[in-house]
């Protein structure tokens, strides 16, 4: 820890001395306000030096620390701490002016507060990083205010240090902890009942309505004189692999983060439950050619290399190669598997320059495409209109609105799967839009 002292004067100091210059300058024509002004002059002087003495005392008499986590989670709000200790014998005023990394864009960052005599306080801010990579924290810098509030004593601590912005596991690790307590519910996945099973018996259970008469075990139903039926387990190692567009369609913002990140983040929320789910999850990066490749696994270990993985996918703005993706999938992958698909379509026929490839990929395996709605239409779709240039942009929004749902209608019409979302809602629809299919076994 490094600390640099400096001595920095308020503004009552500036006001002090002009005011002192005036009187001077006064004294010239009433000789009577020489003397009050060297009398006045004299006390301030001495309220300067008992200041600059109870600032300075020992070097160990303010201390600050920094607590950063080791990495920054992609679109979420962290929590950064700072500890203060005031080792004055006396109440301190605090200003504190922390080096936020650039990426922020927070240039008058400053915090405010008061810490009596020989006492601790801990002190809470968040940031909201919109990018992946390096972020630099510069310098904490602490100033302090006696009691006197002259002059302010500058500490600073905590000089340079570096830290790392990953794709959003801190939403990877909300969802985990509702899928390990079933209650991801609470944000809007569906509670999903199976429709078919596989042949693997879990348990014999009591009858809950809604289960599938099917499985009504009779034999148990007699001797426990209640409805009893059978539980399957939902079948394991499926391979679910999460295939993301890096070209310049995935480039458009949301809320400060691109398509391509929503997708990152996404991918690593999906993954993390598949691995749950006993599943294996691998990933594939393209654009105008296959990036990054890590074949569906669900060894230990398996969900780092996932993270570390997508934390170092850089922006490309080529136009997708859908065909290399088909072939790099044909040699790569020879196990039936769910292929989520994220991407983007604005129209039909964009979509349906990719539509061959598509066929050919769910002719092996079940294909999921992911693409985004246009929020900016749907606040236009929503405000009513009335000049003609509103019309105008309705009439716009509401064709570019229809386009949309009819990618959806003619994907389907294909066997392949649809899921049109919002960026904000594309975890808890993706994650779904997965249990379903597995709830089906379709996969």
Known sequence: MKQILSIYINKPVYWGFTALISLFCLAFVLPWLFNVSVLLSLAFGGMLLIDLAMLLGSQKTFLAKRFIPERLSNGDQNTIEIALENRYGFEVKVSLVDEIPFQFQKRDFQIDTTLESNTTQNLQYTLRPTERGEYLFGALNVFVSSPVGLLQRRFQFEKDKMVAVYPSFLQMREYELMAISNRLTDVGIKKIRRIGHTQEFEQIRSYVQGDDIRTINWQATARRNELMVNSYQDERAQSIYCLIDKGRIMQSPFDGL????????????????????????????????????????????????????????????????????????????????LLIIYTNFETVNSMRRQLPHFRKLAKEHLVLVVFFENTGLQNILEQPASTTAEIYQKTIAEKFYYEKKLIVKELEQYGIQALLTSPQQLSINTINKYLMLKAKGAI
């Open 258 to 337: 691109t398509l391509l990140d929503y997708a990152i983040n996404s991918s690593l929320v999906l993954s993390n439950i598949a691995l749950h789910k006993h599943d294996k999850a691998g990933i594939i990066t393209f654009s105008n050619k296959i990036n990054q490749t890590l074949l569906a696994d669900r060894k230990s270990g398996q969900l780092h290399r996932i993270l570390d993985m997508l934390y170092h996918q850089q922006t490309l703005f080529q136009e997708s190669d859908y065909e290399a993706l088909y072939i790099h999938v044909k040699k790569q992958i020879k196990q039936r598997s």
